[in-house]
C-alpha cells in the first residue's frame, strides 16, 4: 500500500523567510509525485509532477526536488500569497488502475509580514 | 484553460435523503475521479472511472455510489445521507495513461452538510 507523509503539518514564516516542505513516501516503484496547493475552501490546485528521482521543477518563488524516498519543496523568499496548504500525492507501480494518487495530509503554510 | 465544474459549492441536507452531486469536465479527460477531504484525513478517494459506464472503488466507497453516462460527467451518489457523510466533496479528472500519471485537475469542491 502507497503511504505519503507530510511535514511539518503547519509552518509560519516571516515574509522573505526561505524553507521547506517534506513528502515522505512508500511506494513499490514511483510512477509520479506531484505537488499541489490548496487554498482554503477550495479545490487543490497543480503545481508540479516528478517522475523520477534528481528530477526539479521550479516556478516562481518554489521548487520542488526529488529523490527515492521523498521529495522537497522549497520556497524562496516566501510572500503572504504564498499562505495555503501544500499537498503531496504519488502513484506506484502497484497503485492499480485508473491513475489513482495516495495523498498526504499536506502542510499548512502561513507567511507573515 | 482546464475546467472542472461542480454542481453545488454548498449543500444542506437531512439525514435519508438521497443526494446527488455532478461534476463535469471540459478536457476530453478520461479519468474522473470523487474524493471526500476532511480535516486531519486528507484527501481521501471514494470512487473512480476510466472510462464511460466504467467505475471502480476507491477506498471509502461504502455510502456512496457513482454513475458516467457521458465521458464529460461524473456524479456521486449519496444514496441515503447520514451525518458521517458531512463533508467537502472534491471531483477531479485527468488523462489516462498505463504507466505514466497525469495530474489531477480539481473542481471548487461542494461543502455537503447532513443535518
Known amino acids: 500500500e502507497d503511504q505519503v507523509t507530510q511535514s511539518p503539518e503547519a509552518l509560519r514564516l516571516q515574509e522573505g523567510e526561505s524553507s521547506s516542505l517534506n513528502c515522505s513516501y512508500t511506494?513499490?516503484?514511483?510512477?509520479?509525485l506531484f505537488w499541489y496547493r490548496q487554498d482554503p475552501g477550495k479545490g487543490p490546485e497543480f503545481l508540479f509532477t516528478?517522475?523520477?528521482a534528481g528530477e526539479e521543477k521550479e516556478k516562481e518563488r518554489l521548487k520542488a526536488t526529488l529523490t527515492k524516498k521523498e521529495s522537497f519543496l522549497h520556497i524562496t523568499a516566501p510572500k503572504p500569497e504564498d499562505s495555503a496548504t501544500y499537498l503531496c500525492?504519488?502513484?506506484?507501480?502497484?497503485?492499480?488502475?485508473?491513475?489513482?494518487?495516495?495523498f498526504g495530509t499536506g502542510t499548512q503554510l502561513k507567511v507573515e509580514l | 484553460d482546464v475546467k472542472v465544474t461542480q454542481s453545488s459549492r454548498y449543500l444542506v441536507k437531512r439525514t435519508g435523503e438521497k443526494v446527488f452531486l455532478e461534476c463535469v469536465q471540459d478536457?476530453?479527460?478520461?479519468?474522473m475521479f470523487w474524493y471526500r477531504q476532511d480535516p486531519g484525513l486528507g484527501l481521501r478517494l471514494i470512487y473512480f472511472?476510466?472510462?464511460?459506464?466504467?467505475?471502480e472503488k476507491g477506498d471509502i466507497p461504502e455510502g456512496y455510489s457513482v454513475s458516467r453516462e457521458k465521458k464529460e460527467r461524473f456524479s456521486l451518489i449519496l444514496e441515503s445521507a447520514s451525518t458521517n457523510q458531512t463533508s467537502m466533496y472534491l471531483c477531479?479528472?485527468?488523462?489516462?495513461?498505463?504507466?505514466?500519471?497525469?495530474?489531477?485537475?480539481f473542481g471548487p469542491g461542494t461543502r455537503l452538510t447532513v443535518t
Open positions: 472511472s476510466y472510462d464511460v459506464k466504467m467505475k
Open positions: 516528478l517522475y523520477s
Open positions: 511506494v513499490s516503484g514511483l510512477r509520479g
Open positions: 500525492a504519488v502513484q506506484g507501480v502497484r497503485t492499480g488502475g485508473g491513475n489513482k494518487l495516495t
Open positions: 478536457m476530453d479527460h478520461e479519468n
Open positions: 477531479a479528472s485527468s488523462l489516462f495513461h498505463q504507466t505514466r500519471p497525469y495530474e489531477q485537475y
